[in-house]
C-alpha cells in the first residue's frame, strides 16, 4: 500500500532552518504531483509547495516564497522541503502528500495520499 512518511520537524529559532523529508513508497508516481502543506491550530490546511514527480516543475504558496525549496529524488523516493529563515507563523503540522493526474496542484482535495504530518515549531 502507499505511504508517505514524514521526518525533520523539530524545533527552530526564528530566522533558523530545516529540512523536512518525505519517504514515498508503494507505488510508482510518474504522472503524480507530490505536495507539501501544513496545518496550524485551528487554522485549516492549506498549501505550501508542490513538485512534479517527472519533470521537476514546482510552485510555491506565497507565503513561503524565496524561503522555502522543495525538491526531489528519485533514486531515494524522497521528496524534501528546505525551510529557510523561519518565522512564528510557520509553526504547523506539515504534511506530506501524493496527487495523480487532473489533480489542483494546490488543492487539498485533489491529493489522494497522505502522510502522518510532522511537527515544526518556530520560536520567537
Known amino acids: 500500500q502507499v505511504q508517505l512518511v514524514e521526518s525533520g520537524g523539530g524545533l527552530v529559532q526564528a530566522g533558523g532552518s530545516l529540512r523536512l523529508s518525505c519517504a514515498a513508497s508503494g507505488r510508482t508516481f510518474s504522472g503524480y504531483s507530490m505536495g507539501w502543506f501544513r496545518q496550524a491550530p485551528g487554522k485549516e490546511r492549506e498549501f505550501v509547495a508542490t513538485i512534479s514527480w517527472s519533470v521537476d516543475n514546482t510552485y510555491y504558496a506565497d507565503s513561503v516564497k524565496g524561503r522555502f525549496t522543495i525538491s526531489r529524488d528519485h533514486a531515494k523516493n524522497t521528496v524534501y522541503l528546505q525551510m529557510n529563515s523561519l518565522k512564528p507563523e510557520d509553526t504547523a503540522i506539515y504534511y506530506c502528500?501524493?496527487?495523480?493526474?487532473?489533480?489542483?496542484?494546490?488543492?487539498?482535495?485533489?491529493?489522494?495520499?497522505w502522510g502522518q504530518g510532522t511537527q515544526v515549531t518556530v520560536s520567537s
Open positions: 502528500a501524493a496527487a495523480g493526474s487532473r489533480a489542483i496542484r494546490t488543492a487539498v482535495a485533489s491529493y489522494d495520499y
